[in-house]
């Protein structure tokens, strides 16, 4: 599975990329000042798309979940210590994270879409009440609240 981005400008031209890309900086390379629409692909699905009205800013983010647990340990066998018949486990399940966040009246607003492996999809409207962690800000977002402000 590849995810791939594809960021749509006001001039008609689009700008796309892949995660497999993640070392080339492409998501800061994403013109801000034409973007009119942006899309996120499953290889050739479309998973969800957005529309951006002119004061609104893109946010995009992969994370990923952890599911803790315990489960019957394969090498068990009857005889053996019943206290290693159970084994903890751990799961990473990527997450896809688009939307975006606006300025109104001083007050930053955010609004995101969470894009689960089984393709559910959650909307939270504030990272503080999502169930991941904070976004760390790209050096260019900084500046373009800063200037939104």
């Known amino acids: 599975m590849t995810i791939f981005y594809n960021a749509i400008y006001s001039d008609g031209t689009h700008f796309t990329f892949s995660e497999d890309s993640k070392n080339s900086k492409d998501y800061a390379k994403i013109d801000r000042t034409k973007l009119i629409a942006f899309e996120i692909y499953n290889d050739t699905k479309l998973l969800h798309k957005l ?9 995009v983010r992969r994370r990923y979940l952890i599911q803790w647990g315990r489960r019957v340990n394969p090498d068990w066998k009857e005889g053996d210590d019943p ?14 994270l688009v939307g975006y966040q606006e300025t109104i009246k ?4 955010q609004s995101i879409l969470i894009i689960h492996p ?11 009440n999502a ?19």
């Open 106 to 109: 001083g007050e930053n607003r």
């Open 83 to 96: 206290e290693k018949r159970m084994i903890g486990f751990h799961n990473e399940f990527p997450v896809y």
């Open 51 to 59: 529309h951006l009205e002119p004061n609104q800013r893109l946010i």
């Open 131 to 149: 169930p991941l962690d904070a976004v760390n800000l790209t050096d260019d977002e900084k500046k373009e609240i800063q200037c939104n402000l």
């Open 118 to 128: 089984d393709g559910h999809t959650e909307s939270i409207s504030k990272w503080k």
